[in-house]
């Protein structure tokens, strides 16, 4: 599993040094492992016992606090889940993990359903990593989308992305990946920037390569007609200068990465969309920020060719 909710007793975020480092070294979107924000103020109480417990602007043990705390913040996660009750925690959250399970329930003493935090380990083993999806845009959108739901912008990365059209028909193996993301940022609401990066150019089914001029009027044409109101679109072509630089297909945000093995096409025959495609979480920070890096006009050292937004 690419993700999975945690959902964690109050009385287990203890404010110390001790317990916020553990929490750092299990959770976030580097580890697989999110928190579930129930109840809805659980994060935010937790922050102010610790900067009242643990940061005063002076010594080593608080500033590594306040260092967490900035980490910590994004693997609290809302997962549209309704408040719960708060007359009995335990109560409460094996009625939501009837409705829609959670990964694991941590309470203070273990049993009924729950784990006790000090065996979270063996839970959380077989998080980050997912071989089982199929190739099937609406289903690998979806184990992505926790990340997707956070950030502010996400960028796809995958070097043969391309559309085309014949007549008034859309062709391309990416086609599903587009419309599963557009319908779930749609229905998400939130505004969001939705970066695409890919080669200078496109190798089409025919072996024909098609100019940069004429893919960049199609996905114009194409995101005009597709894309919602509340997301911003931006499509960038690279020239890796012969450097192999935009091989790798990864989603990327400023809060985590997520590689996907052979990319977000959705195969048209049946048997290998039911093909599982290959992801996986990139847990080193410095990667994600080389990721962010190679990507960036200003900083990468491939070329930027041209660029299109919409919206």
Known sequence: MLFGEIAIHPDCLQPSIERLIDLDSRFGFRRGALISNLP???WAEFKVKVIENLINGEGIESKVAEEILVRLENAFVKFGRTDLEIQNWLVDINKQHAQLKFHTIVSTCGGQNTCHYMQLNQRLQNLGDDKDTPKDAEKFIAAAFPLIKVSKTISFIDPYIYINRDADTWKSTYIPFFKSLFAKLKENGARKVVEIHKEDRTNQANGELISVDQQKALFAEFLKEYCPQNIEVNVFWWDDNKTNAIHARHIVSEIGAIKFDSGFPQPF?????KQP????????PRSIKALLAQYDPFDSEMTLVTQLTIN
Do not use: F, P
């Open 40 to 42: 809805r103020r659980l």
């Open 269 to 273: 025959d049946l048997d290998k969309k």
């Open 277 to 284: 495609i290959d992801m996986s979480v990139v847990q080193a």
